[in-house]
């Protein structure tokens, strides 16, 4: 008698891969509804291509971009959170409003953190850049 056949194992990656473009879509539609969050990447690109003119080491690297995250990390979290704000408590009432003001408080402690790494980072050396063209 013939063996029946073997069912075949899930695949988990396409589960994966499904979770991966869920992400990728929730990253662009924040993008797209929330003019800080453009802000926020305007402001990483020019970091960044101030960083590769001024050939930072790897190390100072590690630490502007561990700052670009956290913003943008609390950045998204804080769309999340007044989506979800929007959806539950459309009416006023005083937590949805103080669920959104500690959420704006994530994302200010990080920018005003990662403002203080930027300056930290990229000011001496760009300081130095400026004294050779004075002189
Ligand atoms: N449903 C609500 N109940 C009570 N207070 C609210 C409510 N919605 C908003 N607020 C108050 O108004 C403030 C601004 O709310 P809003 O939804 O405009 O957020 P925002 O931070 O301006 O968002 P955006 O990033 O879209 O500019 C909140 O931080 C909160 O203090």
């Known amino acids: ?16 891969v499904a979770s991966f473009g869920y992400a990728l879509k929730g990253i662009r539609t924040a993008l797209a509804s929330e003019p800080h969050l453009r802000f926020h990447a305007v402001a990483a ?12 080491p ?4 590690a630490l502007l971009l561990l700052a670009i995250g956290a913003v943008w990390t609390a ?8 989506t979800l704000v929007n959806l539950v408590s459309p009416e ?10 500690v959420a704006a408080g994530a994302v ?9 790494v930027g300056l930290l980072i990229l000011g001496p050396p ?9 002189t």
């Open 1 to 16: 008698m013939a063996e029946p056949p073997v069912p075949r194992p899930p695949r988990p990656w396409r589960r994966e």
């Open 45 to 56: 690109v020019l970091v960044v291509t101030l960083g590769l003119w001024l050939r930072l």
């Open 58 to 61: 790897r190390h100072d690297w």
């Open 75 to 82: 950045e998204l979290i804080n769309t999340a959170l007044e």
């Open 92 to 101: 006023y009432h005083p937590l949805a409003g103080r669920t959104k003001d």
């Open 108 to 116: 200010l402690v990080a920018a005003l953190v990662a403002g203080v």
């Open 126 to 134: 760009l300081w130095a850049r400026l004294q050779l063209w004075l």
